[in-house]
């Protein structure tokens, strides 16, 4: 079944989808929880398993080798099989979501590695016809749906002709040297696609960034089909490329602005006339974000953007690692507070192990933020940016996919508004007990503040500066919050 846009206020062109307009469902929310959970969990070794196999000396493909056997003999498309998700419970996952403070949700419909988590009608690897058995996005659609949550979802089918490309080659030492790996079987192309125009077997299996979105056209063709038929199965509020607008200039925009106008315009045709679905992509260039809203992938912006924009990251490695390191709650929150004071939203990946549940310490990342949320987030949801973002000289690291912990200090505040009521939330507790804040101008009238947990807290007011004494209990171990009530905040 396709989408009816027969009447579609947009075109497929820049000129078209630069009339979007953010829905303020997605500027409200603030905070989503991603699950970014394929196959490539199966091995529980990390992200871009389906490729890092076929590399010689790679530590995936060292494992790949120990664990399952030889990629000439036993392949990704083996792994697949593995996956069963026989624990995965959606409705329990999305309480456990809502309890944590997510406002929407995303699903991975396609990643690289092209087998896809639903029903498709145009690739049979897909988790209905193999693997688990299940439309796994249905699944977490009707959850979502159940509890109101906005739903999206990402595809990173654009980059998958190309990156998939080392399934062509061989081992160039040790007892397997000269053998194929399995992606020369011509009886599974469908699978490992005929994508050898993009095979080097001098590369060392390092991957040409340039060529994230392969020039080959029918591939472009078939990108834009699979991404119509997820638009058209799952009525997506939220779409997420794992890269800029595909196919980009070398190739000309037409099939990915195609794509955008689709989504906009099923949005449209449900919510009467009007869009309310959000697509990202990864460009920076205004020019191009300007159709949707920017996505940040492991990174932030350093101050305030006029625009809504999202950061995407996860509490680990993107599919579950048994290696990993986790980020603790008071990370995330940290993160969540500095992205919302600038304009933006968080969207974070919780790694899921291949039967589909969560480990222990995931578990309690989601419980601590959601007591920290139960307390805080009325400074988080539904605010809009003040006239600055904050105060103190601690900031994020702006570098590549750099996320390390900041060492914040009691003068780091991060700033949001709603109407006439300020909230200022201090990075680290104050040895002194007190919270002093410099960005006030002389006419902003306070008339109470409020530690968001702890109530009512005395004040003074100088010029432009505003000294609040705290209690000695503070009422969570994370960031606090005050919330400072004006007669008139301009």
């Known amino acids: 079944m396709s989408t009816d846009t027969s009447a579609a206020p947009f075109a497929a062109t820049f000129e078209s989808l630069r009339q979007f307009e953010c829905p303020d469902w997605f500027r409200d ?50 792994i697949v099989e593995r996956w069963k998700a026989e624990n995965f419970d959606p409705e329990g996952l999305m309480d456990l979501y809502v309890a944590a403070g997510a406002k929407y949700f995303v699903g991975q419909a396609t990643h690289h590695d092209n087998f896809f988590n639903y029903d498709s009608r145009i690739h049979r690897w897909n988790s209905v016809r193999m693997g688990p058995k299940k439309d796994i996005t249905r699944l977490w659609k009707d959850a979502a749906d159940a509890r109101g949550l906005p739903f999206g979802l990402t595809e990173h089918h654009g980059a ?69 038929e ?40 449900r919510n009467g006339g009007v869009n309310q679905a959000v697509y990202n992509q990864k460009d920076r260039r205004q020019e191009i974000y300007s159709v949707g809203v920017m996505d940040i992938e492991r990174s932030q912006e350093p101050d305030i953007k006029p625009e809504p924009w999202q950061t995407d990251t996860s509490v680990g490695d993107w599919f579950y690692n048994v290696r990993d390191d986790y980020k603790t709650a008071g990370h995330v929150v940290e993160l969540l507070v500095d992205i919302v004071s600038k304009n933006g939203n968080l969207l974070l990946n919780i790694p899921q192990r291949p039967d589909g549940t969560l480990d222990d310490e995931c578990t309690h990342i989601l419980t601590s933020m959601g007591r920290w949320i139960d307390v805080c987030g009325e400074g988080i949801y539904g605010t ?69 947990g702890g109530g009512q807290v005395p004040f003074e007011r100088a010029g432009g500066v505003l000294v609040a004494q705290l209690p000695k209990r503070r009422p969570v171990d994370e960031v606090n919050c005050l919330a400072i009530e004006f007669d008139h905040l301009a």
């Open 29 to 78: 929310a603030k905070l989503g929880i991603w699950s970014h959970w394929g196959a490539q969990s199966v091995p529980m070794y990390g992200d871009w398993y389906a490729r890092n196999m076929y590399i010689e000396g790679h530590d995936q493909y060292r494992h790949h080798l120990r664990m399952y056997g030889h990629p000439s003999k036993v392949g990704y498309k083996d």
């Open 160 to 228: 998958a002709f190309s990156w998939s490309n080392v399934n062509k080659g061989a081992d160039k030492l040790g007892p397997y040297a000269g053998i194929p790996y399995d992606g020369n079987d011509e009886a599974y192309e469908e699978f490992y696609l005929p994508n050898r125009e993009h095979y080097d077997p001098d590369s060392g299996g390092k991957l040409d960034i340039a060529n994230w979105y392969t020039g080959n056209k029918r591939w472009h063709q078939h990108w834009l089909e699979v991404v119509k």
């Open 230 to 269: 997820i638009i058209d199965l799952y009525q997506p509020e939220l779409l997420y490329s794992d890269g800029p607008v595909p196919f980009g200039e070398n190739n000309g925009y037409d099939i990915g602005l195609q794509a955008i106008s689709y989504l906009y315009n099923a949005s449209a045709a």
């Open 384 to 452: 809009r940016p003040f006239r600055v973002s904050g105060e103190g000289g601690s900031a994020v690291r702006i570098e590549g996919f750099r996320e390390d912990a900041v060492e914040w200090t009691s003068t780091d505040l991060r700033f949001t508004r709603r109407g006439d009521t300020l909230y200022a939330f201090q990075l680290r507790w104050p040895e002194d007990g007190r919270t002093v804040i410099h960005s006030l101008r002389p006419e902003d009238r306070a008339r109470s503040v409020r530690l968001l």
